[in-house]
């Protein structure tokens, strides 16, 4: 993999933050959230970043899979802050150059009255992007 995503506050044009599990791993986004009260998640800032040598030339589409991605929502970020969330289960496009630095986007998650309660490890972030060496 050339790009990744990053959790735990990443700062915009920064290398920090917790990269986010990639297949089974202990870095997960973890979120508890009331079905009962169809509780939505305060947003998460998440960043996304290649590894060295490499580059995203026309930015990212971030797509989210899994059982119940259609309860995730992504927004751009807007100087530090979430922009519009797109509709639960949309994608998002980052159309900036994305290097070897954090990219900031932002993501929110919601329960519904109907679930039952579950630890639900099916929702994916995936990325597509045509990667070059730089």
Known sequence: MYIHVYE????????DGTLVSEGISAT???ISLDATSNQVSAPIKLA????SGFQANSGVTISLVG???AKWAMAPDSGGV???FGAYGAPLTISSV???????????????SDEIPQNDISV???GQA???AV
């Open 67 to 69: 059982t119940t991605a």
């Open 124 to 126: 994916k972030f995936q």
């Open 48 to 51: 996304v970043r290649c590894d």
């Open 28 to 30: 997960p986004i973890t």
């Open 82 to 84: 979430a922009g519009i």
């Open 8 to 15: 735990n506050n990443p700062t915009a044009g920064g290398t």
């Open 130 to 132: 045509q990667i070059s």
């Open 98 to 112: 994305i290097g070897t630095t954090n990219v900031i986007f932002w993501a929110e998650a919601k329960a519904t």
